[in-house]
């Protein structure tokens, strides 16, 4: 690196979850670093993720005797729609490790674990209260925040718009970027983490170039997300993958008094996780309602809307905190009983009655028979469950089920819900090190983590392994940046490691 330039810090763009996880690990590693967000407060998306974080044999699940480990995550992940294992085996066997390190590190609360869609073990974590996007992620901003605050190892820069890279021949060496009319520059290795184009609408944006079929769609997606690593980093030649892959994401929640609103607040898919039954207008279960993401959007187009997604008693009572949040913003509506769900449905109380019935019979079918059935399973097996199983994608997982003679007095959460635009799995293509490359190889300095990456998932992410992969490849990131800022034999290197994080901040 001194070849290059003296560089002494690492440079971190972004301030969601990938960018806190690269800032934290590179001071963890004993190296500087200062993190720029266009934002006027970090954040980003990772604030809204609601169900969760997956970890395979982490310390929560062995309390609880889940037995999963790194093999059977890996298999679930490329079932899923990954496509490269080298990058789904970084993904899964950092798992465990990465969210022990939330837990030990930063005093996080993860020791609730619900089964999403796709998997075939219960392993997204998440805590008591709020949602683990916001808690997981406000919980290492304190920490950044403190170590600027309290040492010269960290900066924090808001409102700071990265715009142009910074190259002395190959090598990116910094960056530039506008604040308050003006502009300024950065120099050291580069970390993109600003998130995907989820909100890039433009007529000559990422979305309008390889997805203009989405444009009508609303999204889930705060305004900042427009692809800027992407088109800074295609500006040098660094090479792109899989961008015509958006995930439409089947649980977005609309708001009764204003349908049309371009950007929705999004229904944790742990909803579904906990027991939550989607009805299509006719009160009816048309899929399997722990599908993969793209199967259920794809089963709602064939279906009648509007959608509903429904939870017992008991099924709200596990994520009550969720249920209340929502039912607060006013896009999710209490009901007393079944019989008044009914007539707001405007559909006869007795087809209520039989779709959980028809739901609960499969439901004992499977536990006297788990690998019976007359439909073929997702992931694999068979179905006894009909309403799914048509589909080809029959459910073999149940919880918190009831007998359609409760459903009269059952009281309910439910929200209608439509299809959004969620998340990119296209980004820039990374090694399993984060680091951006051209059809030459890797360029030197710069790197990658988050949903700006393009190649983890494949055309189609599992729940959960979003803010997996933001703490997965931004501490791998972290660690490969601040490795090529110490130089050969750490010969550059300016601070010593510390024991600990918060040994830092006291």
Known sequence: MAAVFPANQVIVIGGGLGGMSAANQVVECGGKTVLLDKSSFCGGNSTKATSGINGA???????????????????????????????????????????????????????????????????????????????ITYALIQMLEKVAEKTDRARIITKAEVFKLIMNGKAVVGCEYRKAGAVHKEFGPVIFASGGFGADFGSDSLLAQYRPDLLHLPTTNGEHCTGDAIKMGEAIGATTTDLEWVQVHPTGLVKPDDPDAKVKFLAAEALRGVGGLVLDANGKRFANELGRRDYVTGEMWKSKPPFRLCLNKAAADEIIWHAKHYTGRGVMKFYESGAALAKDMGVPLQTLVDTHQAHYDAAKKTEKDPDGGSYPAYPSGKSWDEASGKTGSGKKFYHNVIDGSKVATEPFYVAIITPVIHYCMGGLECTVEGECITKAGVIPGLYVAGEAAGGIHGNNRLGGNSLLDCVVFGRVSGKAAVKYTFGAGDKFRLCPTPPELKELVK
């Open 57 to 135: 044999g982490t310390k929560t699940q062995k309390n609880k005797g889940i037995p999963d480990n790194a093999e059977i995550f890996i298999a679930d992940t490329l079932k899923g729609g990954a496509k490269k294992p080298e990058l789904a085996k970084v993904l899964c066997a950092n798992s465990a490790a990465d969210v022990d390190w939330l837990v030990d590190k930063f005093d996080l609360d993860l020791s609730l674990v619900a089964r999403l869609g796709g998997h075939s073990q219960p392993r997204t974590h998440r805590g008591a209260e709020r949602f683990p996007g916001m808690t």
